[in-house]
């Protein structure tokens, strides 16, 4: 089992920054998959971004070129650089581990992203 605490979340004016964090219960070196999603209300969840566990990056459209996805094996930590922010950014983001290739997905308490002015 793996517990993940997320944080970094809050308030942004459009055009601002927001660096989000999340800290897994134990190693990460060898995890598959780690990702972050997002949910607007009204809206699905939907994927914005993740990281293998090699270090290859994959990203949504909508996001390209302004949000970088990290990781940090040291300090068991996936990170979500968010730049250019956008009022359509606003949602609950949530990160997401994927220890091995078919099993569980272990999922993030959510932190809210405000994009407003």
């Known amino acids: 089992q793996v517990q993940l605490v997320e944080s970094g979340g809050g308030l942004v004016q459009p055009g601002g920054s927001l660096r989000l964090s999340c800290t897994a219960s134990r190693s990460i070196s060898n995890f598959y998959l780690m990702g972050w999603y997002r949910q607007a209300p009204g809206k699905q969840r939907e994927l914005v971004a993740f990281i293998s566990s090699g270090g290859s990056t994959n990203y949504a459209d909508f996001v390209k070129g302004r949000f970088t996805i990290s990781s940090d094996n040291a300090e068991n930590a996936v990170y979500l650089g968010m730049n250019s922010l956008k009022p359509e950014d606003t949602a609950v983001y949530y990160c997401?581990?994927?220890?091995?290739?078919?099993?569980?997905?272990?999922w993030g308490q959510g932190t809210q992203v405000t994009v407003s002015s």
């Open positions: 997401a581990v994927r220890p091995t290739l078919r099993g569980v997905v272990y």
